[in-house]
């Protein structure tokens, strides 16, 4: 399969554990997204790479969040000390190229469970 | 900053009936234009797009019309069918630097019944 892939499907933990999402992007991709998307609503954009560079970050990802992608391939998103409202799906994306292509290729998510 | 309002869901409709799902969007300049479709149990994928002004975007059957003095790109499809039981993302892609991403919609639940 040639697809995003995301690791763990599932996770569940207790408030105050850490966790750590990985995302592969589509191999030739240079773009990375992560996006959360919790229930009833639309994903909610955290942060893109574009190879290894992180370029933007969302006002909304608190310290807590961080995410990395060494090399420009895999990505990592950790949430340190999670809480009940970080309960969500996190979904990863890749593109390649960028500037207004907006075509964005979606994993099938990580959903984490706070306890 | 950019946003995207969808009509409220769930939607439900009988098997061949005209699907209409309203887009309304608020973006500096001209964005492009997107829906996106979930099916049950599988990943957000493109349905399909439109990049100017008067664009149409089409695919399985759904058009969508970039109207830009309305602000909307409303889905439509003449008959649906269960096959077409999803969720469905309206979305805008900005086409400023610093704003390279998707906004989406809140998302409406389409159910088809036979």
């Known amino acids: 399969d040639t697809g995003v892939s995301q690791d763990p499907r599932h996770k569940i933990t207790k408030r105050g554990q850490n966790v750590t999402f990985r995302c592969d992007p589509i191999s030739e991709h240079n773009r990375l997204y992560w996006y959360r998307q919790t229930l009833g609503q639309g994903p909610e954009f955290l942060t893109y790479?574009?190879?290894?560079?992180?370029?933007?970050k969302s006002r909304l990802l608190s310290d807590r969040f961080s995410a990395e992608r060494p090399k420009g391939s895999f990505s990592t998103l950790e949430i340190q000390r999670t809480e009940q409202g970080d309960s969500a799906m996190y979904l990863c994306?890749?593109?390649?190229?960028?500037?207004?292509?907006?075509?964005?290729?979606f994993g099938e998510g990580s959903r984490l469970t706070v306890l | 900053g950019d946003s995207v309002t969808q009509m409220e869901g769930p939607v439900t409709l009988s098997e061949e009936a005209f699907l209409t799902i309203n887009c309304t969007y608020t973006a500096t300049g001209y964005p492009s234009l997107f829906w996106y479709v979930q099916y049950p149990g599988e990943g957000l994928q493109l349905l399909l797009k439109?990049?100017?002004?008067?664009d149409k975007g089409s695919n399985k059957g759904f058009e969508a019309t970039y109207r830009k003095e309305t602000t909307s790109f409303h889905l439509e499809k003449g008959s649906v069918q269960v096959s077409d039981s999803a969720v469905y993302f309206c979305a805008l892609w900005g086409v400023y630097f610093g704003n390279e991403k998707l906004t989406f919609g809140t998302g409406t639940r389409l159910t088809i019944i036979p």
């Open positions: 790479f574009q190879n290894e560079a992180q370029l933007e």
């Open positions: 439109a990049t100017k002004a008067d």
């Open positions: 994306a890749s593109s390649f190229g960028g500037y207004g292509t907006g075509e964005l290729f």
